[in-house]
């Protein structure tokens, strides 16, 4: 099987974990952890970061930290992953879809402004499939509403929008390392911030909201979400590494893109825009609407041929769980883009342990499906 995602290490992961277990610290109270939030930081031109355990939990933690109250407004994309929605109805706020352009995955920001209300408090702005989201016009916005802004980075570690890099835009942005990021560190995640009352706001809701003084007594409800001196670790080893890793995912993305260009009826990824170069988090496909395939027939025929592939986001609007939560279900509405991207696209393998002939067969398969 070629699998959709394999992680890859060159660097000092052995010699810092090594290090964790010989001096004892493994916990969130070891050096690693502070080491790696100021380099992550700085690497961002953030003043401030905060490692947590995922980047869902650096979401939740991120929102939480607005203090917003019950039944206000936060503006989310419809094509993005469920830690998105759930930050905001964890908060007890409300979610207000948009929908995506679908070639970029990303929110449709001339769709954003019929959006905003009174009650909009925030908005989550995530960068998707590794193209930056044109920040501009909405930042501006945002700044004139006094609607904070909260950039969801975790897919793009890297990526720069127009020279400056995604992390650093908004109020607070958020990165994850999970196994598939270009930071991997098994599970882990980061608040970045320039705002010292929200770093240590951020700071609290991760470690239970402990006091300074009477450590026992909390005046509000937090998360254990700190991350293990180990996760930092490995995080840290990984960073010093990070320009080899973006050239590498780099790489692979364009490798496919010369494969599989003659491909009939798909869309491949958008490689650059005038502010922003593709980092190939992953490598989308699009089924383009001539053909009647659907993303999970071409997955179950890869498969068949030891390829593992991932559907797209299912949009969150339509999400069942939805149904749970006051009544959010029911006033839903159409989103066509990010529906029909669930039923036409997949991504193919592009983990950074990926070779040459492994791209080659997948793009040999795809081809003799399409062509
Ligand atoms: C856009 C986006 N935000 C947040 C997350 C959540 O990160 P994690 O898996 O570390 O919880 C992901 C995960 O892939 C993501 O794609």
């Not at 810092?16 to 992550?40: A, H, Q, R």
Request: hydrophobic share 35%; aromatic share 10%; glycine share 4%.
């Amino acid at each position: 099987m070629i699998p959709v995602n394999k992680p890859k290490f060159f660097g000092n992961e052995k010699k810092y974990l090594l290090n964790c277990i010989n001096t004892s610290w493994i916990s969130s109270e070891g050096p690693y952890v502070t080491k790696f939030e100021d380099k992550l930081s700085s690497y961002l031109n953030r003043k401030y970061g905060v490692a947590v355990t995922s980047g869902t939990a650096a979401l939740e933690v991120a929102v939480k930290a607005l203090n917003l109250n019950q039944g206000d407004e936060i503006i989310i994309p419809s094509f993005s992953i469920i830690s998105c929605l759930q930050a905001v109805t964890n908060a007890k706020c409300v979610p207000i879809f948009v929908d995506c352009n679908y070639r970029t995955f990303n929110i449709d920001i001339d769709k954003i402004k019929n959006k905003i209300t009174k009650k909009t408090k925030a908005i989550i702005i995530a960068h998707i499939y590794g193209l930056a989201v044109d920040l501009e016009k909405i930042l501006k916005v945002c700044k004139e509403k006094k609607i904070k802004v909260i950039e969801d980075a975790a897919e793009v570690i890297g990526l720069t929008y127009k020279d400056k890099k995604c992390g650093s835009f908004g109020d607070i942005s958020i990165l994850s390392f999970y196994a598939n990021k270009h930071i991997n560190t098994g599970e882990g995640g980061m608040i970045l911030t320039n705002n010292k009352i929200l770093m240590e706001r951020c700071k609290k809701l991760r470690n239970l909201n402990f006091q300074n003084k009477k450590r026992f007594i909390h005046n509000d409800i937090g998360f254990n979400y700190r991350m293990t001196n180990l996760q930092a670790a490995i995080g840290l080893a990984q960073l010093e590494n990070i320009n080899k890793i973006i050239k590498i995912k780099r790489k692979i993305g364009r490798i496919y893109n010369t494969l599989l260009k003659d491909v009939k009826n798909i869309y491949l990824p958008i490689d650059k825009y005038d502010f922003s170069q593709n980092i190939y988090w992953v490598y989308p496909i699009i089924i383009k609407d001539n053909s009647n395939y659907t993303s999970k027939i071409i997955m179950k025929k890869l498969a068949s041929k030891g390829i593992q592939c991932r559907p797209f986001f299912y949009p969150l609007h339509k999400q069942p769980a939805l149904k749970k939560i006051n009544n959010l279900y029911k006033n839903q509405i159409k989103l066509k883009n990010s529906e029909k991207l669930y039923i036409k696209g997949f991504y193919i393998p592009s983990g950074l342990a990926l070779k040459y002939n492994e791209q080659k067969k997948v793009s040999e398969e795809i081809k003799k499906i399409f062509n």
